[in-house]
């Protein structure tokens, strides 16, 4: 071969060289047939090698204007640099074709289909660009950034692309691009950040719920005893996961553990939580812990302040119970003992008088309840009102009561004249309330369930008052709080306040009759959730002139919601062996107060341990749940968006339909009994 000829092939590329061959071929097998074709197949064969070698030195014009435009004003080393590049490197156009690939990219992936990575790369490359508009796609061009995992390994992909003319005008098309791509082993680098994320610490508190029952009710000698063999199945539960846990009070411990194992504790389900209760104690003593663990924060004291404000939701729920704060969100675990009484009358007293400053320092007062209000949040209002009117300051409860759950009661207190003033709507609380308001919210602590939420922006100076197990949507800026999940009504915390009060306040008899209907109502007759308190505050309602024919009146239903109540009661469903659930289907505004009577009604039959009734409201789906005690409605229908109590809790559901939400039920049912079997 002359050697012009030879330099001429040695500039085509490989896979040209193979076409021409093949050409070249196919014409010498035409020649042998057929002679006359010799001299115009030789006239061909130049004419397609001149074709060849014209567009293969155009192309390699554009991939050396390509990598000038790359380095931009850096010298001729710097392009050698680039070409031999320390991470693998390659030149591919969008639509799959690779323009060249350096040496150490075919060394890194000489055991691995790089191809299939690489189409699945472009075609992601190729959207993003077709998706993006001109602008975006200048900064897009300036630097693409994917991670991707090939084999066993992680790479960060670095690169940019540009249009590719050549193609452009071959395909007649604008979307046709080449992009430069540098493929970086980001392995260790990863590796090395999961183990870091890892070896994080945790901080967490844990309590022992009934210290000073347990204390008060055991024999001087018994209780080393006991103390020990709590503490010693606490430092063994923490060995188990290689963590640390030290004694900071007589009933506190704070637990020291690394991130990796919150995963196996959560598997585990806190097992220790149940442990704790399987200790032998005298006279037949069970202990229950409540424990929080939280990884938030940039030090450990941040991480230890995040998890004291965490144990405050675990005790607010009731105790026996874990709660994990992680990447701003709660996990909850256990919480299917009965609460234990802890409240003292000492801090009524400190409440009390610490509510009363706030009330003599605000301009005025605004109290309220949550939506779809009921007589324990209303009477809990018309107690805090007479607080401040004994103090001379201007009070104003918010009513948004529609449909028939209190409409007698509303009624009736619209009858006095007193107030007729204090009862007002939600737009003139809005245009009454400044920020020298005190806004006092009762019987709820959840910043989506209050009457009306756009108050709690308009002031600073929010006081709460609730008894309901604390859920992680509560109102954190409040200046003061009295949260007993322990009591049984908000009216039962009221009612101690005004009780304890340094003032002499004056209940009316409507004012007096609420709060004990308050009280009638949640603990079902004075049936569940009771204490001693509850019936001292009971007591003292009496001596202030309740009149319980009345209170009995507001309780009563009329003939057709009874009726209603029956059928709903009659086409009950059984699942689980103890567990009824029927539906109230028409739709009703006061579906939520149907519903609610209905599963009072349900837990009357023998057999039935809890109840949940589903009704259908304007907008939304309501569920109403009830128990004797044995299990616990509140974890289930918190599931589903609700909360409440062990015995009593409800939850509204939006985006589904009835039997939807019915199917979702019995899941949650379902999945609630499956995590107590497999603890």
């Known amino acids: 071969m002359p050697r012009n000829s030879k330099i001429v092939f040695e500039k085509l590329v490989s896979k040209t060289k193979i076409y021409l061959i093949i050409i070249a071929v196919l014409l010498v097998i ?20 001149m074709y060849a070698y014209w567009t293969n030195n155009k192309r390699k014009v554009e991939l050396s204007e390509h990598i000038k435009d790359l380095t931009l004003t850096v010298d001729t080393a710097a392009k050698g640099t680039l070409i031999n590049s320390p991470f693998p490197l390659v030149i591919i156009e969008t639509d799959g074709n690779i323009i060249w690939k350096s040496s150490k990219f075919i060394h890194e992936f000489a055991n691995i289909d790089i191809n299939s990575h690489l189409n699945n790369i472009i075609k992601e490359l190729k959207l993003e660009i077709e998706n993006s508009s001109e602008e975006n796609k200048k900064e897009l061009s300036e630097l693409i950034q994917k991670q991707v995992k090939i084999g066993e390994k992680t790479y960060k992909i670095l690169g940019e692309f540009v249009k590719s003319k050549d193609k452009a005008k071959e395909k007649n098309k604008e979307n046709e691009y080449m992009a430069t791509l ?72 704070v637990l020291i553990i690394e991130n990796q194992y919150l995963e196996l504790l959560e598997e585990s389900k806190f097992s220790i939580l149940d442990n704790i209760k399987e200790i032998d104690m005298p006279g037949k003593l069970q202990s229950t812990l409540s424990i929080a663990i939280s990884n938030e924060g940039d030090s450990n004291y941040e991480k230890y302040k995040s998890a004291q404000a965490t144990i405050d939701i675990a005790l607010g729920r009731g105790g026996d119970q874990a709660v994990i704060k992680k990447n701003g969100k709660y996990t909850f675990f256990g919480g299917r003992a009965q609460e234990v009484e802890k409240r003292t009358k000492v801090k009524a007293r400190i409440v009390s008088t610490a509510l009363q400053e706030l009330i003599l320092e605000a301009e005025n007062l605004i109290v309220m309840g949550h939506t779809n209000i009921d007589i324990d949040a209303m009477g809990a209002c018309f107690g805090i009102y007479r607080i401040a009117k004994t103090l001379e300051k201007p009070a104003y409860i918010v009513n948004n009561i529609s449909g028939q ?35 006092v919210v009762v019987d709820t602590h959840k910043t989506t369930y209050v009457d009306v939420p756009e108050l709690l922006e308009k002031t600073n100076k929010i006081v709460i008052i609730d008894h309901h197990r ?22 039962e915390l009221v009612t101690e306040l005004i009780q304890y009060s340094e003032n002499d ?17 949640d603990t079902k007759n ?29 309780f009563q239903s009329d ?30 505004e006061d579906s939520n107060v149907v519903c609610a009577k209905a599963a009072d009604e349900l837990l009357t039959i023998s057999n039935i341990t809890a109840s949940f009734v589903i009704g ?64």
């Open 505 to 521: 306040i004056k209940l009316t008899e409507i004012e007096a009759q609420s709060l004990y209907a308050g009280i009638m109502m």
């Open 182 to 253: 540098y493929f970086i082993d980001e392995t260790k680098n990863i590796n090395l950040e999961e183990e870091h994320e890892n070896s994080k610490i945790c901080i967490g508190i844990v309590m022992i719920d009934n210290y000073e029952e347990i204390m008060q009710r055991i024999s001087d000698e018994a209780k080393p005893e006991t103390i020990a063999k709590i503490e010693k199945a606490l430092y063994d539960w923490a060995g188990q996961y290689n963590g640390l846990i030290i004694k900071s009070d007589r009933d506190t411990f």
């Open 30 to 49: 035409l020649c042998i047939y057929e002679t006359n074709f010799i001299t115009p197949a030789i006239l061909i064969y130049i004419l397609i090698l």
């Open 405 to 439: 759950s209190l409409e007698n009661f509303i009624q009736s207190a619209k009858n006095e004249e007193e107030y007729q003033t204090a009862l007002i709507s939600k737009s003139q609380a809005m245009e009454i309330v400044n920020e020298n308001t005190l806004l």
């Open 526 to 554: 004075f049936t569940f959730k009771t204490g001693v308190r509850t019936f001292e505050v009971a007591a003292y309602l009496r001596r202030c002139g309740v009149d319980i024919i009345k209170v009995k009146k507001w």
């Open 470 to 491: 604390r859920s992680t949507d509560f109102i954190e800026n409040s200046i003061l709080t009295l949260h007993e999940v322990y009591a049984s009504s908000t009216a």
């Open 559 to 588: 003939l057709e919601t009874y009726n209603k109540i029956s059928e709903i009661v009659a086409k009950a469903e059984i699942v689980n062996d103890t567990i009824g659930i029927s539906i109230y289907d028409a739709e009703d």
């Open 616 to 679: 259908k409201m304007p907008e939304k789906i309501c569920i109403s749940g009830r128990s004797i005690g044995d299990i616990n409605v509140q974890v289930i229908l918190e599931k589903l968006g609700g909360g409440g109590h062990i015995t009593l809790a409800g939850a509204q559901v939006e985006g589904m339909n009835i039997e939807e939400v019915k199917q979702e039920l019995i899941n949650r049912i379902n999945e609630y009994f499956s995590e107590i079997d497999g603890i």
